[in-house]
């Protein structure tokens, strides 16, 4: 069974920075597609960056320019997503997913509050 560690959530102030990290482990794949999506309360559930086996990477549109993801180059079970100037629209519980043969993984979500 999948399991998916999400760490690096927090209070926050506007125009800072800070990284999610999210781990897997429990099953014996090779590289995976994994990414984050996010929710805020209200609001519908948003995919906000996206990597995929062959290290393509994809973007909402709200984040372009600010966010990154990407995969630990000793470990590629476990993805970044360093978060830049940050703004409160930004608060909501990430959670990390991952994708393999179909079948997808969830984190348990971590918590990100930006406010001053």
């Known amino acids: 069974q999948v399991q998916l560690a999400e760490s690096g959530g927090g209070l926050a102030q506007p125009g800072g920075s800070l990284r999610l990290s999210c781990a897997a482990s429990?099953?014996?794949?090779?590289?995976?597609?994994m990414g984050w999506y996010r929710q805020a309360p209200g609001k519908q559930r948003e995919l906000v960056a996206a990597?995929?086996?062959?290290?393509?990477?994809?973007?909402?549109?709200s984040v372009k320019g600010r966010f990154t993801i990407s995969r630990d180059a000793n470990a590629k079970n476990t993805v970044y997503l360093q978060m830049n100037n940050r703004g409160p629209e930004d608060t909501a519980v990430y959670n990390c997913y991952l994708c393999?043969?179909?079948?997808?993984?969830w984190g348990q979500g971590t918590q990100v509050t930006v406010s001053s």
């Open positions: 393999y043969g179909g079948v997808a993984s």
């Open positions: 429990g099953s014996n794949f090779s590289i995976p597609n």
């Open positions: 990597i995929t086996s062959g290290g393509t990477t994809d973007y909402a549109d």
